[in-house]
Structure formats: structure tokens, C-alpha cells
């Protein structure tokens, strides 16, 4: 099984003229990282940003900004600059740092990659150094496992400006370091998953990950019995200690080639078909499947797992998700506080909009408080909904600071409601 010693890690995001998100940086990005705030702060946006270029990668530039409404809808509002992402990533611990640049603006042809970079330092002194570099299709990598700033660079022109240079190069073996960064952002797994789509009774036929939606789990299950068995098998027990009275699941190929996703319930005899079964136990199992998929995805975006699942069942998730970051990175949008009692303050980023309406955000742990508040036995969840948090209360001005004044009168009263 894979390690935490295996898998890249995002250390640092920046977004620019995104939407909301007119210039927006998350730093220090942990294996689990959890968005919180309220209605409109930016967290389906900063979601957004990791699915679209997920989809930049996959599909291509043009489709992923015309899907959303190109830049008269993407760009922020009164901005006329280009849209900026841009990661700092180790593709293993003690790595060098990388940094990643894209800036893409449109013209009246469509979108084009303004200016993409890839930088390094080699050592432990000097400057970094970009062995990629291209603007609107022209520029050149510097090939090689370990690029070197004295090395020759390459000048390789692009077909079109909007081809991005590290999914076109990153297919050629000679460009090590750009096809790792290629397959890292291509193996990302963004959910928008729907409970209605995992009842599908899709073609008969084994599928190792979970589409976006759902809508192939049962393959995906079949997969796992045939394949698997061992991870079918835990995640089955994971089932079972949350779910009272679950007993198995099943994917049967029909006659007429359809695939089958029964549920079976103690003490009836027979099995329930999936369109019958319960909405939380469905999803549950579906976000089971990409946790404990044998080879997982090297990135996990799930947007409120809360839907459908019991309260209850959500610090058990939040456990879950502790234990798939060992394995790869997760990024977790939430309005629950039951899934933040799961959470450490570090890990939880608050997003809120100023008076200008620009999304900002702040990591918890870095409230005044808190931590006071964590040592006499709080949790978050309680904290949050005790106005703790200020800046994403839904009823409080979003653009008021937040502050904390004085020291944890003790965990009694930030405990209330366990």
C-alpha cells in the first residue's frame, strides 16, 4: 500500500481574477484540507478552481472555459487582467519545491495561455529558475530528470496558444519533472456526486474509479469484488460499523447485460434493489469506494459529504478521510459542524467576503482563541456554531474581522451540546 512518502503534496495555492476570488492564497495546505463558510463566501468557487483545472488538463482549455460561460462569467467582475493559478507542490517529501505558473486570457478567437512556467531550485542556495516557459504557444523546457539552469533549453513551439505546454510535453518521456506535474493534475479526482446517479443500472463491466457523479458505481463495486476483494472486504466492515443492520452488497450482471447494485438488510431475506436503498448508505458507500480505492487518486475534492448522511455518520467520514490522507491530498467544502468536530484547527480555512466582495481566508487555528479553546477540550463544530469563527457566521456583516477577546473561560461552556 501506498505511503504518505509517496504521493505529491499541494503546499500552496493562488488564485487570481477567478470569479470571487479576485486574489486569494492558501499556504502551509494540509493532507486534509476543509473549507468552511457561509452561502457565497467562495467555497464552491475555490472547489471550482481544482475541478477546472482538472478539466484544462483532461479536455482541454477552450471546453473547460466555455463550460463556464468563458470570460465574461469567469473573470472577476471589473478585473480585466488574466485568470492566475498558480501551485507550489512536492511531487515527494524532501523534493525540491515546484512552482507552477498558468495565466490564461481570451481573445476574440478564445482563450489563450498568456504565460505557464514551471521553477526549481536544485540546492539549498540561490534563486529558483524556470525550466519551462512559454507565452501564447512559444517557448522552450529544459529537459532531463534534474533540469539544470546552466542546461540548453529546448525552444518547442506549441500548435495553438491554447494548448497548455505541460500537458502537451509532459506525454514525451525526455521531460520527466513536466510529465510528473501531467499526470499528478490528470489523476485528480473532483466529486460532484449525486446520490439519484449512483442508482443507475449502467452496462455490465468492471470500473476502477468512481465517475464524478456516481453514476458507475455498481461497476466500480463489481470491480472491487473481482479484483479487490481484500479492499471490498474492508470497506464492507467500514459499512457495517456505521450502518445498524447492513449486511452486504452485491453488483449482479442482469440477462440483458444491465449491472445490478442490491443492497441486503438484516433480518429480511431478500436484497433491496439500489433505487429502493437508503440515499445515505448509497453515498456513503460511493465515497468509500474513492477513499479506499487500491490505487487512489493523487487529489480528492468532495463538496458537502453532510448531504443525505446522518449527522452522526460525519465525524466517522471526517475519520475516513484522516486516513485516506495518508495516501493521497483531500480538499473537504462543508456547512457542517459535526464534520468539523473530525477536524484540527490547521486544517479548517475560513472563507468570507470583504466589503468589496471578494472572497479572503484565514485558517483557524490562526484566530485568536482557539487554540486556548481546543486545550480545554472544545471542538471545533461547537466553536463554530457558538460564533467563534465570526467571519462565517451566515447571520454576521461577512466583511467583519474576527476577533477573540481573552483567554478559554474552560471547555464547559465551548462544549455544550456533547
Excluded at 329 to 336: I, W
Aim: glycine share 8%.
Amino acid at each position: 500500500m501506498a505511503t504518505s512518502t509517496m504521493v505529491p503534496r499541494i503546499e500552496n495555492l493562488r488564485v487570481q481574477n477567478f470569479r470571487a476570488l479576485k486574489d486569494i492564497e492558501l499556504q502551509n495546505i494540509t493532507p486534509l484540507t476543509v473549507l468552511l463558510g457561509p452561502n457565497g463566501s467562495g467555497k464552491s468557487t475555490l472547489f471550482d478552481v481544482f475541478n477546472f483545472l482538472s478539466e484544462c488538463f483532461q479536455s482541454g482549455l477552450r471546453q473547460a472555459w466555455d463550460r463556464r460561460g468563458r470570460g465574461k462569467e469567469l473573470k472577476t467582475r471589473g478585473s480585466e487582467g488574466p485568470v492566475v493559478i498558480e501551485l507550489k507542490y512536492r511531487e515527494r517529501p524532501k523534493t525540491p519545491l515546484i512552482t507552477y505558473h498558468l495565466s490564461i486570457d481570451e481573445t476574440p478567437k478564445g482563450p489563450v495561455v498568456a504565460e505557464e512556467w514551471l521553477a526549481w531550485k536544485r540546492g539549498l542556495h540561490g534563486r529558483p529558475f524556470r525550466f519551462l516557459e512559454y507565452r501564447h504557444g512559444t517557448g522552450g523546457v529544459i529537459s532531463g530528470e534534474h533540469p539544470d539552469e546552466k542546461d540548453q533549453r529546448q525552444e518547442v513551439p506549441l500548435r495553438a496558444p491554447d494548448l497548455i505546454a505541460v500537458n502537451t510535453l509532459g506525454q514525451i518521456a525526455q521531460h520527466p519533472r513536466v510529465a510528473a506535474l501531467r499526470d499528478f493534475i490528470t489523476d485528480w479526482y473532483v466529486s460532484y456526486l449525486s446520490v439519484d446517479s449512483t442508482r443507475a443500472q449502467p452496462e455490465s463491466g468492471p470500473q476502477n474509479r468512481l465517475s464524478k457523479t456516481g453514476d458507475n458505481l455498481p461497476n466500480v463495486i463489481q470491480y472491487l469484488m473481482e479484483s479487490h476483494k481484500d479492499q471490498f472486504d474492508r470497506i464492507m466492515q467500514v459499512l457495517r460499523a456505521r450502518i445498524p443492520r447492513l449486511e452486504r452488497i452485491d453488483a449482479s450482471p442482469m440477462p440483458d447485460g444491465r449491472l445490478l447494485l442490491q443492497v441486503k438488510d438484516a433480518p429480511f431475506e431478500q436484497p433491496v434493489l439500489s433505487k429502493f436503498a437508503s440515499d445515505g448508505t448509497l453515498k456513503m458507500l460511493a465515497y468509500l469506494t474513492v477513499l479506499y480505492d487500491p490505487t487512489p487518486p493523487q487529489f480528492i475534492g468532495i463538496e458537502e459529504p453532510e448531504n443525505f448522511l446522518h449527522p452522526r455518520l460525519l465525524p466517522e467520514l471526517g475519520e475516513e478521510c484522516h486516513r485516506a490522507a495518508e495516501r493521497t491530498q483531500l480538499l473537504v467544502t462543508t456547512h457542517s459542524p459535526f464534520f468539523l468536530n473530525s477536524c484540527r484547527p490547521q486544517e479548517v480555512r475560513i472563507l468570507y467576503r470583504d466589503e468589496q466582495g471578494f472572497t479572503q481566508v484565514r485558517t483557524a487555528s490562526d484566530i485568536q482563541g482557539i487554540a486556548d479553546f481546543m486545550d480545554a477540550g472544545a471542538s471545533l463544530g461547537h466553536l463554530w456554531m457558538e460564533g467563534h469563527f465570526g467571519m462565517s457566521d451566515p447571520l454576521r456583516n461577512q466583511g467583519a474581522p474576527c476577533s477573540l477577546v481573552g483567554t478559554a473561560p474552560g471547555a464547559k461552556r465551548s462544549r455544550r451540546g456533547d
